[in-house]
């Protein structure tokens, strides 16, 4: 089948196209093209902390990695809490011209989980959904507020779910592997307690809740029940909690590079994730790109800060993993890295029908490659998936029609 973008859009699909005169042609022969791939959660980390990542670096990681377009989190310096960052934002990645990025606002001032931001500025400015992620909304009349005022925009509240006094500074999952290797643990009802409490609230006010990295069973099951009862409920996973667990922290001698948060579950939790994507209960996968500067990574596993980089493996991950495992097909991997994140967050793409933006993915289905941070486009390298080798890599990126990105 040919595709034919002119103007920024698909122009036509179909066989055997005629190609206008003096048209650039791509040939994907032997691949796959997809719609562009959209992820709904990464930390770009400018403005205040280009030392771990910037707009630009970040924009290259994520064609690199097959993305055409990112939702950046608000955990800026300025916190993304009034309009002019969230301006400042997109005017930078337009400056940039690689990826489409789309600035996530805040949900509290200062993400202080006090007073709400100024959501509809925000909105009005161009952010397309608000979360204080990292920061859980410990204030349940805050949460409640912040639903019922997004509902009035249309979009939707993302949030990371995780009751602080229950995790107790852990820094792994709870379990027989924390207690062996003596680290301290954050247990699964950390993240499920608050699971709960926002979906009830997501019932009684009728916002748009998407709950951001589930990682336990029972915090999926309260998705589906949700989905049951037809509520504006929606969920994403990242793409290494169902490739590691707490036994791979265990056999990294404690490197840092293997902290995330939501932590790596025990291979119990990573069954059940799977699950979860198999049946739709996971509606998008995201990379959770969380870049950090080498010396942050360098600290002790329990002092170090949580996160890895996501933008350059999570495609490859989820080929090698979830497709070539045999557990989803390539069309419900496309829905679960572009359809549905576009359709969560409101998002332009996630189709190739005419008149969709001409932003694509092109994918070598059979290529095998190493995983290599000194290869990564993003500043930072804390992965922990140095030497991993994958089956299934992203092989160009078209935004707008443009070919931003090719392997070499």
Request: net charge negative.
């Amino acid at each position: 089948m040919d595709l034919l973008l002119e103007g920024g859009v698909v122009a036509a699909a179909g066989e055997r196209l005629d190609q206008p005169a003096q048209t650039k042609v791509f040939d994907a022969a032997g691949m796959v093209v997809a719609p562009g791939f959209i992820d709904l959660h990464a930390h770009l980390r400018e403005p205040g902390f280009e030392h771990k990542e910037t707009i630009a670096s970040g924009s290259s990681a994520a064609v690199a990695g097959g993305f055409t377009a990112v939702c950046c989190m608000a955990d800026t310096d300025p916190v993304n809490d009034d309009p002019s960052v969230t301006e400042f934002i997109s005017k930078r990645a337009q400056q940039v011209g690689l990826a489409r990025i789309y600035p996530v606002g805040a949900l509290s001032v200062g993400l202080n989980g006090v007073e709400m931001a100024e959501i509809g500025e925000m909105v009005r400015a161009g952010a397309v959904a608000v979360s204080d992620d990292r920061r859980p909304v410990a204030n349940a009349q805050l949460f409640r507020r912040a639903l019922e005022y997004a509902r009035s925009f249309d979009v939707p509240v993302a949030v990371h779910s995780e009751d602080l006094d229950l995790s107790d500074g852990g820094s792994m999952h709870e379990g027989a592997v924390s207690t062996r290797i003596g680290l301290r643990g954050m247990p699964t009802s950390a993240e499920e307690v608050m699971v709960a409490r926002d979906v009830l609230l997501a019932d009684l006010t009728g916002g748009r809740l998407h709950l951001c990295h589930l990682s336990t069973p029972t915090a999926l099951d309260l998705v589906r029940t949700a989905k049951q009862r037809k509520l504006a409920v929606t969920s994403e996973v990242a793409a290494h909690q169902f490739v590691l667990t707490d036994e791979d922290v265990a056999g990294a001698d404690y490197n840092p590079n293997w902290k995330t948060n939501p932590p790596l579950r025990s291979a119990t939790e990573v069954e059940a994730i799977l699950q979860a994507i198999y049946d739709g209960t996971v509606d998008a996968i995201v990379s959770d790109h969380e870049p950090h500067h080498a010396d942050e990574k360098e600290l002790d596993f329990a002092d170090a800060p949580f996160g890895i980089v996501g933008l350059e493996t999570a495609v490859p991950l989820a080929l090698d993993r979830l497709v070539h495992g045999r557990v989803i097909g390539l069309t419900q991997l496309v829905r679960l890295m572009s359809t549905r994140p576009a359709e969560i967050f409101g998002l332009p793409g996630g189709s190739l029908r005419e008149g969709a933006p001409a932003d694509l993915t092109v994918l070598d289905l059979r290529a095998v490659r190493t995983v290599d941070p000194g290869n990564f486009r993003s500043r930072a390298h804390n992965t922990p998936f140095a030497g991993m080798r994958l089956k299934g890599w992203p092989v160009a990126t078209i935004v707008g029609g443009e070919v931003v990105w090719q392997a070499s």
